[in-house]
């Protein structure tokens, strides 16, 4: 993490991201879809997972130490967060309390799962571009009433495999990203460098902008009009390492879009035409901490969404071993 005297230190200007016409765009979203090189039975980018890169990946553990890289449901509304989950106890009543016997405290959940501040999972089905899903599939399978193909169910098993944090405000200098920020393609790679840290084949990237920090300091906003995040041309870089798994403490889209008549651009190059997972949302500050006490930046991480067969998506809780 970056010194709190950098903090108060006058701010470096931060490069000013390109704009790209959605003809641009277009040609970058073929290109990536090209070169992923799956199909849908192999479940996308996953297919890189493989059991031998698992057992590496278990032998990136050193200390045993766990972190969550999940920030806490919230259950209050907010800016960036009008539709909060909503929980509440149905048991025990009042008589039950402090009755003779057995009782069961009970609990009702329920959530907006791709809204814009708890962690989750998207699955392959969630963004659809042109009428298709990722792998060409008619994006008429996701209906009103389920999703019939490309599933959350695709990830049953779970996700385990060698997570990599790239900490863009570290090699930055400065605690945070500010929201509208973007990241590059060489940024990614400035960072890797710096951390001395190589993202290869199979490996679930963690990209930090410090959403986290910025909202806990600063307080919450609206960031469906102003976010940090990945500028499209950054998709080359997952692309040409071959992971399997994308996330950040943001939700990976910046905000505005650099793409015009495109909302959500990195959505749609990593889960429509590269066949990536994303985690949005996700809570960094804890590991980048961990990880530049310890110098390093890989890890084991385990994933594990929900048992929703026929879901876009799922809260989640990944878990980093160091």
């Not at 539709?83 to 609990?107: C, I, K, N, W």
């Not at 999703?147 to 863009?168: E, F, H, K, M, N």
């Not at 949302?281 to 901490?289: I, K």
């Amino acid at each position: 993490m970056v010194d709190r005297a950098k903090q108060t230190a006058p701010r470096p200007k931060a490069p000013v991201p390109e704009r790209m016409s959605e003809v641009a765009f277009r040609a970058l979203y073929r290109r990536l879809r090209e070169q992923a090189d799956g199909t849908v039975a192999d479940r996308g980018a996953l297919r890189r997972l493989t059991p031998e890169r698992v057992v590496a990946a278990v032998r990136e553990v050193r200390t045993g130490r766990t972190v969550s890289l999940a920030a806490p449901i919230e259950t209050t509304p907010g800016p960036d967060n009008p539709q909060p989950a909503s929980h509440r106890m149905v048991a025990p009543t009042a008589q039950e309390s402090t009755a003779h016997g057995l009782h069961f405290a009970r609990d009702r959940f329920a959530m907006n799962v791709h809204g814009d501040a708890d962690s989750h999972l998207d699955a392959l089905c969630h963004v659809m571009f042109d009428g298709e899903l990722y792998g060409g599939v008619p994006a008429s399978t996701v209906t009103p009433d389920h999703a019939g193909a490309l599933t959350l169910d695709l990830v049953r098993d779970g996700i385990v495999g060698r997570g990599v944090l790239l900490d863009i405000p570290r090699l930055r200098g400065v605690p945070w990203l500010e929201p509208g920020e973007q990241v590059g393609a060489e940024d990614l790679e400035a960072a890797e460098a710096a951390q001395g840290v190589t993202v290869g084949p199979g490996d679930l990237l963690f990209v930090r902008v410090g959403h986290r920090g910025r909202r806990r300091s600063l307080g919450a906003w609206d960031p469906s009009q102003a976010r940090a995040g990945l500028h499209p041309e950054a998709m080359r870089f997952p692309a040409e390492r071959g992971v399997a798994v994308l996330g950040s403490d943001g939700n990976n889209d910046a905000a505005p879009s650099a793409v015009t008549g495109v909302g959500y651009p990195v959505h749609v190059l990593a889960v429509n035409a590269m066949g990536l997972h994303l985690l949005d949302w996700l809570d960094l500050e804890e590991l980048a901490e961990v990880c530049a006490g310890a110098s390093r930046s890989q890890f084991l991480c385990v994933v594990a969404p929900l048992r929703l067969p026929s879901a876009t998506g799922s809260p989640v809780n990944p878990i980093a071993v160091l």
